[in-house]
């Protein structure tokens, strides 16, 4: 296999790195982008015709390459602009602004999103934009299309509070919302009648086929599997569902992927070989395949690894009409690419990442681990090419799921061995009942054998989460352990016709510098911490010696608030879960004092006093910590703070 053999694979990285570079600080504006990509394109185009006057083998690949790194920046500019070009909201009277989805049901309220048509302020009407996602109380639910007049102004969504927090406003800014708001009944609707435009038609027909779903499946657990399954409705999942599927480690079957592109794309291939089409006739079947595929893709939103699945088995079937398929290396880069250039912060989604990385570790260890045990037996055969497929996705996904999630699922190959087949049933049903169950007596029958194929399965997954040890929790990889892991992986896979000698002295290189870099951060920790976490009305405490013995004090969080706000920057640092309490005493005034310190904290102002002057303090803000003078005396109502001693 030759790096000069997939060409979108090389471009790949350029698209990238230019796309980080035009979001970065220091990229030109989008003119002066839009100008240099012009003149390296055309300097690109003149050396070319120059070199082919003379008769030239000469390629000036750099300027392709250079025009590549430009194209992305330009894409992280242009994203960049538009975020910025949005409506401030943040001081208007009132708005008028579109619903554009169906109520998604909550606790106490229903979940809708609002996209902004105009703003009043200061005694005039002016055109806006921007997304609100909101809250209501109405009896009477929102519908796609219709005019809401709200009288009040939206509230700007705040970053994270504390360390390692989730970042819920840059979660929801990727998708164009930066405000949100509790309307209650405190609104008007100025049009009743919901829109019937093109641009609503799949959102209609998704919620008239939810609701089609809904009324066939008699099991509520399996009417909320079959709407996550098959139309990646997944919100209103039990709990208790998400957490079996997750120890079962296939909760990948519950977020509409590539797997579920991939069942309908095989069922429609079968059923070609049966009709013993003439070539012609072949084709459009195929185009129509393509356009199906398509169809299902707008139909559930198109998720990353929904879109990436569909413009790969396009791309597969286009060739397969050729006769001529293309690398499957090039049909990945290729598709990212696409991607990329239509929403360029795509490449921060988890599900981009992960579905990618799935597919990638398929094809490039899927052959290495199937060639390791060659079975007797046909059934022996399905099992271990089925166990196969699921260790190559777990083993180059894993370091992203580590670092995102902290869990890894034990019992991940029992699961996959026992449910993903099931789900492959489950699709066959379910993929008719989408397009039949509106006939009746039909539709009865595939929902009442959907509704029994489902409950098996959760019946499956329920089983494998009450097996101990499902799951391994609170695990920690920072980007150099992930690094390291794919590079390990790549080394492998070049084991067996790659220069030996040279793969490893890479292997212990990398080895090395791993352990070298976690030496250097193990000799950073300080020999006494204090963090300062904030929640909604009061502060906790977390006292750490030497990174190991951690205290902890707490003014009066609640258990959802540590969860949310606390819990993540602990298992960052391998803290416990519930750290030995901070010993402290009461002074006359109300001060507290702990016990083998040098602070004291006053709850009443809220602050922190110090004994003796710490090393350094800093406060959180934007994702890192920002440096403080250092005081006496520290102020700790509204922020979370880092203290050395």
Same mark, same amino acid.
């Given at each position: 296999?030759?790096?000069?053999?997939?060409?979108?694979?090389?471009? /790949?990285p350029? *698209?990238?790195?230019?796309?980080?570079?035009?979001?970065?600080?220091?990229?030109?504006?989008f003119?002066?982008?839009?100008?240099?990509?012009?003149f390296?394109?055309?300097?690109?185009?003149a050396?070319?015709?120059?070199?082919?006057?003379?008769?030239?083998?000469?390629?000036?690949s750099?300027?392709?390459?250079?025009?590549?790194?430009?194209?992305?920046? /330009?894409?992280?500019?242009l994203?960049?602009n538009?975020?910025?070009?949005?409506?401030d909201?943040?001081?208007?009277?009132s708005y008028?602004?579109?619903?554009?989805m169906?109520?998604q049901?909550?606790?106490?309220?229903?979940?809708?999103?609002?996209?902004?048509?105009?703003?009043?302020?200061a005694?005039?009407?002016?055109?806006?934009s921007?997304?609100?996602?909101?809250?209501?109380?109405? *009896?009477?639910?929102?519908?796609?299309?219709?005019?809401?007049?709200v009288?009040?102004k939206?509230?700007?969504?705040?970053?994270?509070?504390n360390?390692?927090?989730?970042d819920?406003?840059?979660?929801?800014?990727?998708q164009g919302?930066?405000?949100?708001?509790?309307?209650?009944?405190d609104?008007?609707?100025? $049009?009743s009648?919901?829109s019937?435009?093109?641009?609503?038609?799949?959102?209609?027909?998704?919620?008239? =086929?939810?609701?089609?779903?809904?009324?066939?499946i008699?099991?509520?657990?399996?009417?909320?599997?079959?709407?996550?399954?098959?139309?990646?409705?997944?919100?209103?999942?039990?709990?208790?569902?998400?957490?079996a599927?997750t120890?079962?480690?296939?909760?990948h079957? @519950?977020a509409?992927?590539?797997l579920?592109?991939g069942?309908?794309?095989?069922?429609?291939?079968?059923?070609?070989?049966? /009709?013993?089409?003439?070539?012609e006739?072949?084709?459009?079947?195929l185009?129509?395949? =393509?356009?199906i595929?398509?169809?299902?893709?707008f139909?559930?939103?198109?998720?990353?690894?929904?879109?990436?699945?569909?413009?790969?088995?396009?791309?597969?079937?286009?060739?397969?009409?050729r006769e001529?398929?293309?690398?499957?290396?090039?049909?990945?880069?290729?598709?990212a690419?696409?991607? =990329?250039?239509?929403?360029? $912060?795509?490449?921060?989604?988890? &599900?981009?990442?992960? %579905?990618? #990385?799935?597919?990638?570790g398929?094809?490039?260890?899927?052959?290495?681990?199937? $060639?390791?045990?060659?079975?007797?037996?046909?059934?022996?055969?399905?099992?271990?090419?089925?166990?196969?497929?699921?260790?190559?996705?777990?083993?180059?996904?894993?370091p992203? %799921?580590?670092?995102?999630?902290?869990?890894?699922?034990?019992?991940? @190959?029992?699961?996959n061995?026992?449910?993903?087949?099931?789900a492959?049933?489950?699709?066959?049903?379910?993929?008719?009942?989408? !397009?039949? &169950?509106? !006939?009746?007596?039909?539709?009865?029958?595939l929902?009442?054998?959907? %509704?029994?194929?489902?409950?098996?399965?959760n019946?499956?997954?329920?089983?494998?989460?009450?097996?101990?040890?499902?799951?391994?929790?609170?695990?920690?990889?920072?980007? %150099?352990?992930?690094i390291?892991?794919?590079a390990?992986?790549?080394?492998?896979?070049?084991?067996?016709?790659?220069?030996?000698?040279?793969?490893?002295?890479?292997?212990?290189?990398?080895?090395?510098?791993?352990?070298?870099?976690q @030496?250097y951060?193990?000799?950073?920790?300080?020999?006494?911490?204090?963090?300062?976490?904030?929640?909604?009305?009061a502060?906790?405490l977390?006292?750490?010696?030497?990174?190991?013995?951690?205290?902890?004090?707490?003014?009066?969080?609640?258990?959802?608030?540590?969860?949310?706000?606390?819990?993540?920057?602990?298992?960052?640092?391998?803290?416990?879960?519930?750290?030995?309490? #901070?010993?402290?005493?009461?002074?006359?005034?109300?001060?507290?004092?702990?016990?083998?310190?040098?602070?004291s904290?006053?709850?009443?102002?809220?602050a922190?006093?110090?004994?003796?002057?710490?090393?350094?303090?800093?406060?959180?803000?934007?994702?890192?910590?920002?440096?403080?003078?250092?005081?006496?005396?520290?102020?700790? $109502?509204?922020?979370?703070f880092?203290?050395?001693?």
């Amino acid at each position: 296999m030759r790096f000069a053999d997939f060409p979108f694979l090389r471009y /790949l990285p350029f *698209v990238l790195l230019g796309i980080f570079w035009g979001k970065s600080l220091w990229t030109p504006s989008f003119v002066w982008l839009l100008a240099l990509l012009f003149f390296v394109w055309l300097a690109y185009l003149a050396t070319v015709y120059w070199m082919a006057s003379r008769k030239s083998t000469f390629q000036p690949s750099y300027l392709a390459y250079l025009t590549l790194l430009i194209f992305g920046a /330009l894409l992280g500019s242009l994203e960049q602009n538009q975020s910025q070009s949005l409506s401030d909201l943040s001081s208007v009277e009132s708005y008028l602004a579109e619903v554009t989805m169906y109520d998604q049901q909550k606790a106490n309220s229903f979940e809708n999103l609002l996209e902004v048509k105009s703003s009043f302020n200061a005694g005039k009407w002016e055109d806006a934009s921007g997304k609100v996602l909101v809250y209501h109380q109405s *009896v009477l639910p929102f519908e796609p299309g219709q005019l809401l007049l709200v009288n009040k102004k939206p509230e700007t969504i705040l970053s994270p509070t504390n360390p390692d927090e989730f970042d819920y406003k840059a979660f929801l800014a990727r998708q164009g919302i930066t405000y949100r708001q509790f309307l209650g009944k405190d609104f008007h609707v100025i $049009d009743s009648i919901p829109s019937k435009r093109l641009e609503y038609f799949l959102v209609h027909l998704r919620y008239a =086929i939810g609701e089609m779903l809904k009324a066939k499946i008699p099991d509520v657990k399996s009417e909320q599997i079959a709407l996550a399954l098959l139309l990646g409705q997944k919100k209103n999942l039990d709990p208790s569902i998400r957490e079996a599927y997750t120890q079962a480690g296939v909760m990948h079957i @519950l977020a509409v992927s590539g797997l579920h592109v991939g069942i309908i794309y095989a069922l429609f291939l079968l059923i070609l070989k049966p /009709l013993k089409l003439k070539r012609e006739k072949a084709r459009l079947y195929l185009l129509l395949v =393509i356009l199906i595929i398509w169809l299902y893709a707008f139909l559930t939103g198109l998720s990353p690894s929904v879109v990436r699945a569909a413009t790969m088995f396009s791309l597969l079937t286009l060739g397969q009409m050729r006769e001529r398929p293309p690398s499957v290396y090039n049909i990945l880069a290729f598709s990212a690419i696409l991607m =990329i250039t239509f929403n360029p $912060d795509v490449i921060f989604e988890v &599900g981009f990442q992960l %579905s990618y #990385l799935a597919v990638l570790g398929i094809v490039m260890l899927y052959p290495i681990i199937l $060639d390791l045990w060659l079975p007797r037996s046909k059934a022996l055969e399905y099992i271990w090419k089925t166990a196969s497929v699921s260790i190559a996705a777990q083993l180059a996904t894993f370091p992203l %799921s580590i670092y995102y999630f902290h869990v890894f699922p034990t019992y991940f @190959l029992l699961g996959n061995l026992l449910i993903l087949p099931l789900a492959f049933i489950i699709m066959q049903v379910g993929v008719p009942l989408m !397009i039949l &169950g509106w !006939i009746p007596g039909l539709g009865e029958i595939l929902g009442w054998t959907l %509704s029994g194929l489902i409950w098996a399965q959760n019946w499956i997954a329920e089983t494998i989460r009450l097996i101990p040890g499902g799951k391994i929790d609170r695990l920690t990889m920072d980007m %150099s352990g992930m690094i390291f892991v794919w590079a390990m992986l790549l080394i492998w896979t070049s084991w067996r016709f790659g220069p030996k000698r040279k793969l490893t002295w890479t292997a212990l290189t990398l080895s090395f510098a791993l352990v070298g870099f976690q @030496l250097y951060l193990e000799l950073q920790t300080p020999s006494k911490e204090l963090i300062v976490y904030q929640g909604k009305k009061a502060q906790l405490l977390d006292f750490s010696i030497f990174g190991q013995n951690v205290y902890s004090w707490n003014q009066g969080l609640a258990g959802e608030e540590i969860s949310f706000g606390v819990d993540p920057h602990r298992v960052q640092r391998h803290w416990p879960q519930v750290p030995e309490e #901070l010993s402290a005493y009461e002074l006359d005034s109300g001060q507290l004092v702990f016990v083998g310190t040098d602070f004291s904290f006053l709850p009443d102002e809220p602050a922190l006093y110090f004994s003796s002057p710490p090393k350094s303090i800093h406060f959180w803000s934007d994702g890192a910590w920002n440096d403080l003078p250092i005081t006496s005396r520290l102020a700790v $109502d509204s922020l979370a703070f880092r203290i050395l001693f």
